[in-house]
């Protein structure tokens, strides 16, 4: 039973559409976070919501807006893909606060073509 | 520049070597974190840290944090080829409590 679980695991798409990546987790954490890493294997956080409210948006461009239903749930939706969004991305969650690890799922992989 | 910088950015060594890789920043970590990463898989988590000069070990692999809790370095004794992935550091840093800031990573490669 998968903690953190991301779909699809694989996105290929083309410049200009609109995409969705979910994310769900069984943890019952009140914090979610949704990560980029680059080609560089660079790490980066985009958004962190903790009971369903937006905590942190990290300059990321309004074409990329989460949407938590419910605590268990945040979904990235990306309007006018572009090709410099091709990257690797990580839903993770936590307990919040600086003494307890967050918790990653397997990534998805979008390319932009 | 990144907040938390990883050296080295890539590492080879024979199977059964040890080796070390190093996480620094110039602002107080707090919890910091080791996570590794196989290819096309998540993040996997190895060890917490909170304390300066704590100490953490878990099979062959040991983490520490410096006492003035800006430095933290990964040890592997013994290095064997499932050790081989992307090493990552991630901190909370003063000033930035509500994420974990990660390190730019280390690719650690085992020859056989």
């Known amino acids: 039973d998968t903690a953190v679980s991301q779909t699809p695991k694989y996105l290929v798409t083309q410049m200009g559409n609109d995409k969705s990546i979910k994310c769900e987790q069984n943890?019952?954490?009140?914090?979610m976070y949704w990560y980029k890493q680059d080609s560089k294997k660079f790490l980066k956080i985009m958004f962190s919501?903790?009971?369903?409210?937006?905590?942190i948006n990290e300059t990321v461009p309004n074409r990329f807006s989460p949407k938590s239903p419910d605590k268990a749930h945040l979904n990235l939706h990306i309007n006018s893909l572009e090709l410099g969004d091709s990257a690797v991305y990580f839903c993770?969650?936590?307990?919040?606060?600086?003494?307890?690890?967050?918790?990653f799922g397997q990534g998805t992989r979008l390319t932009v073509v | 520049s990144q907040e938390l910088e990883q050296s080295p950015q890539s590492l080879i060594v024979q199977e059964g070597k040890n080796l070390t890789i190093n996480c620094t920043s110039s602002?107080?970590?707090?919890?910091l974190y080791w996570y590794k990463q196989k290819y096309g898989e998540g993040l996997i988590f190895l060890m917490m840290?909170?304390?300066?000069?704590e100490e953490k070990s878990h099979e062959k692999i040991t983490a520490k944090l410096d006492e003035k809790k800006q430095q933290s370095s990964l040890h592997i004794t013994a290095s064997q080829p499932s050790h081989a992935g992307i090493y990552l550091c991630?901190?909370?840093?003063?000033?930035?409590?509500?994420?974990?800031?990660f390190g730019t990573g280390t690719k650690l490669q085992v020859i056989p």
């Open positions: 993770a969650t936590g307990r919040g606060g600086m003494n307890t690890e967050a918790f």
């Open positions: 919501y903790n009971n369903k409210e937006l905590i």
């Open positions: 840290l909170q304390k300066g000069g």
């Open positions: 602002k107080t970590l707090y919890g």
């Open positions: 991630g901190a909370y840093l003063s000033g930035g409590y509500q994420k974990v800031t």
């Open positions: 943890l019952g954490h009140d914090t």
